[in-house]
T-cell receptor, first 115, second 111 residues
Framework: GAVVSQHPSWVICKSGTSVKIECRSL??????MFWYRQFPKQSLMLMAT?????????EQGVEKDKFLINHASLTLSTLTVTSAHPEDSSFYIC???????????FGPGTRLTVL | SQQGEEDPQALSIQEGENATMNCSYK?????LQWYRQNSGRGLVHLIL?????REKHSGRLRVTLDTSKKSSSLLITASRAADTASYFC???????????FGGGTRVLVKP
């Protein structure tokens, strides 16, 4: 099956710093990627849709200036958590559909801990 | 907001038993998908059922879809300890690949 990678797999940072998370589709091109966050023992909440060559679409309640998304190429989307605070600590997961409508391929996730 | 609600939230069974979990949703859908997540990991796609399908099988998995009741069920037969994971349903409402996830069912299969 298709492979989606994320980097880093975990990161610990100080409050106030910015953290960049990369999501790559390794063996297919993805014009669209999705970013989710997941708190412990909870479900995935869609944060935004990353669109190659255009602005990301954010879900209601997600601050676009805090969670910067850049879809630089057909295989790479980045999520930057700016001025991170402890409440931003979470598991961030990206996904990408391949081809037409159907299953999505998820990255392994990035565990962010803000001290 | 969550589209789907899953029931039960947690399930504990013995190896060899069947596990059934249900998912309800609120709006019209294009398809419904089931995913599995091992602790601290990404999601793995299990099965997709389209809105015009009623039942689908894949190995030990059986998924049903009742669009009139806006509900789906996932059955895992002859469970194994390795099936221990969280299972999520996700709906694709507008054929745009944008998924909305249910709350998930945590399944523990005891050896």
């Amino acid at each position: 099956g298709a492979v989606v990678s994320q980097h880093p797999s975990w990161v610990i940072c100080k409050s106030g710093t910015s953290v960049k998370i990369e999501c790559r589709s390794l063996d297919f091109q993805a014009t669209t990627m999705f970013w989710y966050r997941q708190f412990p023992k909870q479900s995935l909440m869609l944060m935004a849709t990353s669109n190659e060559g255009s602005k990301a679409t954010y879900e209601q309640g997600v601050e676009k200036d805090k969670f910067l998304i850049n879809h630089a190429s057909l295989t790479l989307s980045t999520l930057t958590v700016t001025s991170a605070h402890p409440e931003d600590s979470s598991f961030y997961i990206c996904s990408a559909p391949r081809g037409g409508v159907g299953e999505q391929f998820f990255g392994p996730g990035t565990r962010l801990t803000v001290l | 907001s969550q589209q789907g609600e899953e029931d039960p939230q947690a399930l504990s069974i013995q190896e060899g038993e069947n596990a059934t979990m249900n998912c309800s949703y609120k709006t019209s859908i294009n398809n419904l998908q089931w995913y599995r997540q091992n602790s601290g990991r990404g999601l793995v796609h299990l099965i997709l059922i389209r809105s015009n399908e009623r039942e689908k099988h894949s190995g030990r998995l059986r998924v049903t879809l009742d669009t009139s009741k806006k509900s789906s069920s996932l059955l895992i037969t002859a469970s194994r300890a390795a099936d221990t994971a969280s299972y999520f349903c996700a709906t694709d409402e507008a054929a745009g690949n944008k998924l909305t996830f249910g709350g998930g069912t945590r399944v523990l299969v005891k050896p």
